[in-house]
């Protein structure tokens, strides 16, 4: 694990998934300081600093979750839920990288304080650029506040 302060954490079990957003965020330089979890109670265990995360300093969140919603173990919405009821990690913007196009899933995941929901583009190219633009923006001119 490194002692970087991680940037992304990206919550997604799908192999193909990892390996085309993490070669989408090297291909922008947007991968130097990613985490990478495989389902939604590791994602927990990162963020709440606990489990195999637990020697991690608690405030030292990452800039921004890519949360997949159908995750094995935890659901996504059930990490959104405690993320954003926990105050010291409600401030950390929530991006939904997913293939779902359920009109619940969007619903409930606004109702729960998600910043994006982004629909996973099937094409290589596409998908490239959406990783770009949300690194871009969320990396680089969102302004967090000071915690």
């Known amino acids: 694990m490194s002692h970087s302060p991680v940037e992304i954490l990206l919550v997604e ?4 998934d990892v390996h085309l957003a993490l070669h989408a965020l090297n291909k922008n330089h947007l991968a130097n300081h990613v985490e ?4 939604g109670a590791a994602a927990l265990d990162f963020l709440f600093a606990r489990g195999e995360f637990a020697d ?4 030292d969140q990452p800039k921004v979750v890519l949360l997949d919603l159908k995750l094995p173990k935890v659901d996504g919405l059930e ?24 009109e619940y899933d969007i619903v409930e995941s606004y109702k729960l304080g ?15 650029e959406s990783i770009r633009r949300l690194g871009y923006y969320w ?4 302004e967090p506040p000071n915690r």
């Open 56 to 59: 991690r300093d608690m405030n």
């Open 36 to 39: 990478v979890v495989r389902d």
């Open 114 to 128: 998600v910043n994006s929901y982004i629909r996973k583009p099937v094409d290589f190219e596409q998908f490239v």
């Open 139 to 142: 990396l680089i001119l969102n």
């Open 79 to 102: 990490v959104l839920r405690q993320m954003k009821t926990e105050e010291q990690l409600s401030h950390i913007p929530v991006v939904v990288l997913t293939s779902s196009d359920q």
């Open 13 to 16: 079990d799908n192999p193909d």
